[in-house]
């Protein structure tokens, strides 16, 4: 296990992924009954942009050091800088909260969190990170195991952040298998696998078996900050979204079009949103 989060933390592929993530949980919350809220990749919960990795590669200052100043940020960004910004002091950019910490913001004393993350040092960062929190739980454990331990969840109301790091070639593949196991065993879990967009043709496969997945609906949500073709690495990043409730859809029509205006780093940003799985 060489991937530490530390080292992307807050960059653009984090600014997409975290403030749709909040967005998700917001519009599950218009309800009041509880809901349970699965991170099963959860790296730790909070990022020194200054420290030895995140301010090695900088990468954050591409990704919410871009939204940091600006006025004009649309929707639910604006919630998503402030939440940051909640965890800065003054004007200075200095720490960047991971999706636990992001999540356990927005937390109501009815919900709940479980927490999975296998780096030893990881985990035991983020036990001792929630140790006083009793609507949270941490386990070390295989993320990917989540769904057969946990769901179906009592609260019967799920959200499941579905975020490998995505080392081994056969990742894509395990997080088709879990979604599938999630889904089989409470069918309205709303689920977000992010995944990286750098090869275009393990994705044209990867998009064909989450159509193929028997899955109620599945969005997908992609933020290309370089032209797909571009070998320097990471490209852009994507979400699919199963179960999405309204009107995530209409809400990202607004705000993918500025993230790809503003995260695009060389050549014009792009993005995709469309159904894959029971489209409306
Ligand atoms: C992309 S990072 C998570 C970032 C975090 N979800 C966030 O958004 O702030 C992926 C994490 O998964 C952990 N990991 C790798 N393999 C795992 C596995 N099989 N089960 C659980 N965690 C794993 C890594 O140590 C790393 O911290």
Redesign the pocket.
Do not use: Q
């Given at each position: 296990?060489n991937?530490?989060?530390s080292y992307?933390?807050g960059n653009h592929a984090?600014v997409l992924?975290?403030a749709l993530l909040r967005r998700l949980l917001e519009l599950m919350q218009r309800k009041d009954t509880p809901l349970c809220y699965l991170?099963?990749?959860?790296?730790?919960a909070f990022y020194d942009l200054q420290g030895e990795t995140a301010g090695k590669t900088g990468e954050y200052q591409d990704g919410i050091g871009r939204l940091w100043q600006r006025d004009d940020l649309p929707l639910w960004l604006n919630d998503f800088r402030a939440a940051v910004a909640g965890h800065n002091t003054a004007d200075e950019l200095r720490y960047y909260p991971?999706?636990?910490q992001l999540i356990a913001d927005l937390l109501r004393p009815q919900d709940r969190m479980i927490l999975?993350?296998?780096?030893p040092v990881?985990a035991e960062t983020l036990k001792q990170y929630f140790a006083d929190q009793e609507q949270v739980a941490v386990h070390q454990?295989?993320?990917?195991q989540l769904p057969k331990a946990f769901l179906p969840v009592a609260e019967k109301r799920a959200l499941w952040?579905l975020?490998?790091?995505f080392?081994q070639p056969d990742e894509l593949q395990r997080c088709i298998s879990a979604l599938q196991i999630a889904i089989q065993r409470m069918r309205q879990t709303i689920i977000a696998l992010?995944y990286p967009i750098k090869d275009q043709r393990l994705l044209r496969d990867f998009y064909q078996q989450i159509a193929d997945a028997g899955l109620p609906k599945a969005l997908r949500v992609e933020l290309n900050i370089r032209p797909a073709d571009n070998q320097m690495g990471l490209n852009g990043s994507g979400l699919i979204l199963v179960n999405p409730p309204w009107p995530i859809w209409e809400e990202l029509e607004q705000v993918l079009p500025w993230l790809a205006r503003t995260l695009a780093q060389s050549g014009e940003g792009s993005y995709r949103l469309d159904w894959l799985a029971g489209e409306p």
């Open positions: 296990m991937y530490r989060h992307h933390a984090d992924k975290h991170d099963s990749h959860a790296g730790t991971g999706s636990p999975s993350e296998l780096h990881d454990r295989d993320g990917y952040l975020d490998p790091p080392e992010w």
